[in-house]
């Protein structure tokens, strides 16, 4: 009776949490004690073609789950009877994780609205609120589910996916599969709720590194621990304002000194994860200059770790040749000749040797791999 019971659970979360709506609509969960509230939302979000299933308290809700029923993000009103909609937060992320959170509240409480996005609500809605706002919130929620399941798909089939185009491009990716092992799951929720660019932007810049790190000989450890550190660079700006991070004019002086924090937020970040140790030393220094002009700390030579000059020639490569707001993509000669210009001054010297040294069609053969996954 055990067993059957324990597949009967296991069966209904795989239906609740592992399964993609085929279509542009969600399923959504409206959990509002308030009738005509209740039936306002769930106007405004059929209108739009969402599917909607109804509760008038967080129990209702974990029984709605519990059956089985196909839910794509819940929608809870905070204070409610039985059980309220911070206590249904913690017991939705703790049996169904992968199912996204959005809080409406009347309660204007920033530390609140902090606590709430630490156990892991997605966003937190001031009521009143127009519906435009509504469902803009709910489509990047149904957005960052579907990147998240498509990023658990991306690890288990990376390996049948990609066709290598040579020897050094296969041991890349199949390295590339293992770097994520632990820092995808940790990236993806992360990177995912603020760009999806920037995530695409880090799976490059660890094939690049990876593809380095492999023409300097490095052993096959130190390459997993470069790689990680590669694909976690970014993630401090989880952290930076969207209204920095995503500004398409050119930064002022303060917003520069915010957006130069990221290095900073993402090593407090990983430094936490004792098996990310290494990787968060990376993030920390991946923006420092080999002459000792970078930043956050000023570091020179081979004072910035190993894998940090080599993820910084990585990110520029890919900076470089990548759409910005503000230019279009350049191509791969164009980056070799910046890096190369940048020896000594930038970027370490040995490495840089290195970089030149392999055939340009390496890194657009990569670029192109990496693509054609998503």
């Known amino acids: 009776m055990v067993t059957l019971i324990t597949l009967g659970y296991s069966l209904r979360r795989m239906r609740n949490e592992d399964t993609v709506n085929p279509s542009m609509s969600g399923r959504i969960l409206v959990v509002e004690d ?23 308290n967080g129990q209702e809700a974990l029984d709605l789950l519990e059956s089985g029923e196909p839910v794509d993000l819940v929608l809870s009103n905070l204070m409610m009877p039985r059980l309220d909609g911070r206590e249904l937060l913690q017991r939705v992320k703790a049996t169904y994780p992968g199912i996204p959170f959005v809080v409406e509240t009347g309660i204007n409480d920033s530390p609140l609205r902090a606590v709430l996005m630490q156990e892991g609500a997605y966003d937190y809605l001031l009521k009143p609120f127009e519906r435009d706002q509504l469902l803009a919130t709910v489509h990047r929620a149904l957005e960052y589910r579907r990147l998240k399941l498509e990023n658990r798909a991306y690890v288990t089939n990376l390996e049948s996916l990609v066709t290598a185009r040579t020897d050094q491009l296969r041991q890349a990716v199949t390295t590339l599969e293992r770097s994520y092992d632990i820092s995808l799951e940790l990236i993806g929720d992360a990177l995912a709720l603020k760009d999806t660019a920037a995530e695409q932007h880090s799976k490059r810049v660890t094939a690049f590194t990876i593809s380095l790190a492999r023409a300097m000989a490095l052993s096959s450890d130190k390459i997993r621990t470069i790689a990680r550190g590669a694909f976690l660079h970014d993630i401090g700006k989880i952290a930076i304002p969207d209204t920095i991070l995503f500004k398409p004019a050119a930064l002022t002086a303060d917003e520069t000194a ?15 994860v004792s ?20 930043y956050p700390r000023g570091l020179k030579d081979e004072e910035i770790p ?44 040995g490495i840089v040797e290195t970089f030149l040294a392999q055939p340009e069609h390496i890194w657009d053969d990569l670029r192109r791999e990496i693509e054609k996954q998503n």
Not at 34 to 45: P, Q, Y
Not at 258 to 272: A, D, N, P, S, T
């Open 306 to 349: 190993l894998g940090a000059r080599i993820v910084a020639i990585a990110n520029t490569l890919d900076v470089i040749t990548s759409d910005e707001p503000y230019r279009p993509a350049q191509s791969f000669a164009a980056a070799r000749e910046e890096i190369q210009k940048c020896s000594g001054t930038q970027f370490d010297p």
């Open 34 to 56: 308030d009738e005509a509230t209740r039936e306002l939302i769930v106007s405004m979000l059929l209108s739009d073609g969402h599917h909607c299933r109804k509760a008038s």
């Open 258 to 272: 915010v957006m130069r924090q990221h290095c900073l937020k993402g090593y407090e970040i990983l430094k936490k």
């Open 275 to 294: 098996f990310l140790a290494e990787a968060a030393e990376i993030v920390y220094g991946h923006h420092e200059r080999y002459d000792g002009t970078g």
